[in-house]
């Protein structure tokens, strides 16, 4: 596995910036985020897409890091944009992600250092998630709330509305042998009790990262996705007593639980 792989695999933050603005690259790239994305799609108009094109080009030639997220297939943008994810070698983050067989043929364009992140914000995207998190290349799957609730007409907060997509992102990641999956953004960039209950709820549910669209929630994402003191405790009581019948904090040790203490132990 790559370098960029690993990063991605444990990466609790992701930051996006707008690929039409250079100069918060290096400011994204100083911040508290694991990783930065360097957004060609939504964050950037059309008639801006080649400009931004050029400005994260010259962030790779200069050495810089990011997560590249591309224009959609079959959009004009979509042949320049694979070009340059493939001439950098930077991670890919395929918008509207709904087809396994248009992901295997993107991922046949790039050299085998570029991890595949599908960003599944569409309902057959979330139907199809199993197919779509087995692709061979994918790293790490990616939801887009904003967009899946626009397009099923709810709120893009709203946690019981889209707990059923969030769900099948958790499962076809397990499924497929990958990484947990990255939560969507929290609109409310001042609102830090939303964000607070937006991750405890993504946490819950089996994520273990979150996409951020400002500086400000880094922070809070980066403590809350990585595990507490107890729960360190907890699992090396649990891996100090695998080797015999044995009871931590009232529960039997057996084999989900042993596992489920080294995830917890991976990710400090």
């Given amino acids: 596995m790559t370098a960029s792989a690993r990063r991605l695999e444990s990466a609790r933050s992701l930051l996006f910036v707008p690929g039409h603005r250079p100069d918060r690259f290096a400011k994204a790239g100083a911040s508290d985020a694991d990783l930065i994305i360097i957004d060609l ?5 059309p008639q801006a897409k080649d400009q931004a094109r050029d400005h994260a080009a010259a962030w790779f030639a200069q050495g810089g890091s990011a997560v590249l997220r591309i224009n959609p297939p079959g959009t004009p943008w979509y042949d320049a944009d694979l070009a340059l994810a493939a001439s950098a070698a930077a991670p890919v983050m395929v918008p509207k992600a709904e087809d396994a067989a248009v992901l295997s043929d993107l991922v046949c364009r790039l050299p085998g250092s570029c991890p595949l992140i599908p960003l599944i914000e569409t309902a057959p995207g979330v139907e199809r998630a199993a197919e779509v998190c087995a692709v061979t290349g994918t790293v790490r799957a990616a939801f887009g709330n904003v967009d899946l609730a626009g397009q099923l007409g709810v709120a893009p907060d709203d946690h019981l509305a889209l707990g059923y997509a969030r769900s099948r992102l958790v499962t076809a990641s397990a499924s497929a042998g990958i990484s947990a999956p990255i939560d969507g953004v929290t609109t409310s960039i001042r609102d830090t009790d939303a964000l607070a209950a937006d991750i405890a709820h993504a946490r819950r549910m ?3 990262a979150k996409l951020c669209i400002h500086p400000n929630q880094l922070r809070q994402a980066n403590t809350a996705f990585t595990p507490t003191d107890e729960e360190r405790r ?3 009581a ?8 044995a009871v931590v904090d009232g529960q039997m040790v057996d084999k989900p639980v042993i596992e489920r203490a080294r995830r917890i132990l991976a990710a400090t």
């Avoid at 649990?238 to 019948?245: F, K, T």
């Fill in 206 to 208: 089996g994520f273990t």
């Fill in 234 to 236: 907890w699992a090396r």
């Fill in 41 to 45: 799609e939504d964050a950037v108009a």
């Fill in 238 to 245: 649990v891996i100090d007593a695998q080797d015999s019948l």
